[in-house]
């Protein structure tokens, strides 16, 4: 790398010309998820309106059937499957106030490349501990074959497994490749920080001759950076000075064909964040992306107070007053974990990071933070916290609210119960709008009913955040978890292709699936002893009055397990509980992740292949948001008729 200090090429001084590469094509991708995205703050507006007038009569109902002293018993249990269709209702109401707040502000991000050799300096760093050598061996052969001047960008290994055999094959690696390096922290690593490996690496660089470049790339071990990858970032930031940290989406080229354990990250990359990109709240993804050297330094470093240090250093860069951009454009491919426990693993890892963040109130680094923005940083920690945790909760209590067989559905007379059956299917109208909407911005390769779509992961999550708060109140760690690799690395267990005793025993014991088939058990039971009630109710009736009809056994089955959000929940339930029963019993054949790529046979350089970055492949299967949808139309139509 040439003699330089750090902030030598500025934008302006650079030679380097900025293009554009809009597609003018109104029927590319682009376009298509552009009007898609401009529809949806509409479509979370009506989502916004029909909830507050369905649950507004539902409250109305309950309270006129009890001054009309039709409640008896099952006064609790409408009163409690009225909180938890409310409890369910929250999380998904935040994301629609997301997009309704990105009314008329649907903007594209325009794509760049920076031409010539005149470039700004890079330091790239790639982050490992411990997982395979041939994924890091990837992922560090790809970086120095990228398009970018060779002596404008170093390519950094931070190995916090002190691996001798990384260090060897960055060796041999070295020798062809001149600008690539490799350090370890040489210390017995207690907490295997990313932050603090990062950390290590911004001095490392510092170290070097010429000093540390302007900006600093990072790239997880993983993740397979396209050629022209700092040609489409840096441009970003040499357009806009205030804007601090660039970074694109996360595409992963090994999921199963059918998704079957909902790895897709599509409802992040394709949904969420270009709207938060529309209100100018992007964050940082992790990987991928390109910040200036400049404002880590004003940061003091990449924060180390919460394992999501790509969500810290989000929060104090925007504090600081810099801007984050985000580009949709396919610039990196990884992997996820390769097995349920290993997938398992990741989630409880991003739950831990996500609830970690609260660490931020009590931060010496937040000093400069106002009241408001210290909240407002750790709202989505309290929000995905509260939705573990409701989601928790209902699994435990509609087992428990149908077992009895009492009403959950308070209402004092038949007008009453059919105008709650429309209000519910105008809610669930708008609710599946929104749905498609999501899905087809995400090319469909989302449920259209994917706002519970991860519900038989809520035990496990559940499970961190309790041991998570443990461990703060008791001061054990405090509170803050130890990072490992989350699984998605490694080669997969070699137990998931065993015999299907195997299988099972590794999923239902060492996984604790077993609370996953007690929820199936427990729903199914719960709901068709539910049903029973409702005939024993109906052939009471029958012999206590002059003849009971059809219409009088619909009323007792709507009010029971057949009232279509009960019948949403119970179904989900067991829908999502057979999820990791099902992948033991037929488990997903996925080809060698080396079948997956396309290796230069000279350079050794591998990039993943046509079939295997098939969006069409990974397309999950829709039954249950169908299943939801005709039965809430059955619903409906019945209240035409009771």
Known sequence: MSQMKRGEVRPSEA???????????????????????DRMPKSALFCILSNWIYFAYRFMCILSAKNAGVLGRETISAWVFLAIEMGNAITPGLTHLLAFSAMGKAKRQHLLRLLGDQVPTVDVLITYCGEGLDVVMDTARAACAIDYPKDRYRVIIL??????????????????????????????????????????????????????????????????????WLRALVPHLLADPKLGLANPPQHLYNIPDGDPLGQSMDLLFDVLEPLKSCVDSSWCTG??????????????????????????????????????????????WGLVPSSLAGHLKQHRRWCAGIVSTAAILWSPRAQNLTTGEKYGAVFPAIAFAFSVTVSMLSLIAIPLLLLPGHPIIAFSTP????????????????????????????????????????????????????????????????????????????????????????????????????????????????????????????????????????????????????????????????????????????????????????????????????????????????????????????????????
């Open 15 to 37: 030679s380097a010309r900025i293009v554009h590469l809009d597609d003018p094509n109104e029927k590319s991708r682009a376009c298509e998820q552009l009007r898609f995205l």
């Open 159 to 228: 190995d916090d497994s002190a691996s001798p055999d990384l260090e060897e094959s960055i060796g041999e690696l070295s020798s062809r490749q001149k600008n690539i390096y490799y350090t370890t922290r040489k210390a017995k690593v207690v907490t295997h920080s990313k932050a603090a490996n990062l950390n290590h690496g911004l001095q490392f660089v510092t170290d070097l001759p010429g000093g540390p470049s302007e900006f600093v790339a990072v790239l997880d071990v993983d993740m397979i950076p396209v050629p022209h």
């Open 287 to 332: 990987s991928g992306f390109v910040v200036r050297r400049s404002a880590l330094d004003q940061l003091g470093g990449v924060p180390t107070e919460s394992i999501n240090e790509d969500i810290l250093t989000s929060i104090y860069l925007t504090a600081a007053g810099w801007k984050i951009a985000y580009v949709p454009e396919a610039m990196q």
């Open 415 to 642: 007008q009453q119960l059919r105008l709650l059956l429309r209000l519910g299917f105008l809610k669930f109208c708008a609710t599946f709008l929104y749905g498609f909407l999501c899905s087809r911005a995400a090319a469909y390769h989302l449920k259209i009913l994917d706002e519970l779509a991860q519900v038989w992961t809520a035990p496990f999550q559940f499970v961190t955040l309790v041991r998570f708060f443990l461990s703060a109140i008791t001061g054990n760690g405090n509170g803050v978890p130890r990072f490992t690799p989350s699984g998605s690395a490694p080669p997969a267990d070699l137990r998931v292709s065993g015999p299907l005793p195997t299988r099972l025993k590794v999923a239902l014991w060492d996984c604790a699936a077993a609370v996953h088939l007690a929820t199936i058990l427990s729903c199914a039971t719960a709901a068709l002893n539910s049903c029973r009630v409702s005939l024993i109710s109906q052939q009471n009736a029958d012999l206590n009055a002059n003849g009971s009809t059809l219409q009088d056994l619909a009323r007792e089955l709507l009010v029971r397990a057949a009232y279509p959000y009960a019948f949403a929940f119970w179904s989900l339930y067991i829908t999502q509980a057979w999820v990791p029963i099902s992948y033991a019993i037929w488990p997903p054949a996925v080809p060698p992740r080396e079948k997956l790529l396309v290796r230069d046979p000279t350079t050794k350089v591998a990039y993943p292949s046509a079939e295997a970055r098939d969006p069409a492949r990974v397309r999950p299967v829709q039954y249950y948001s169908f299943m939801v949808t005709l039965f809430h139309c059955g619903a409906f139509l019945l209240s035409w008729y009771i």
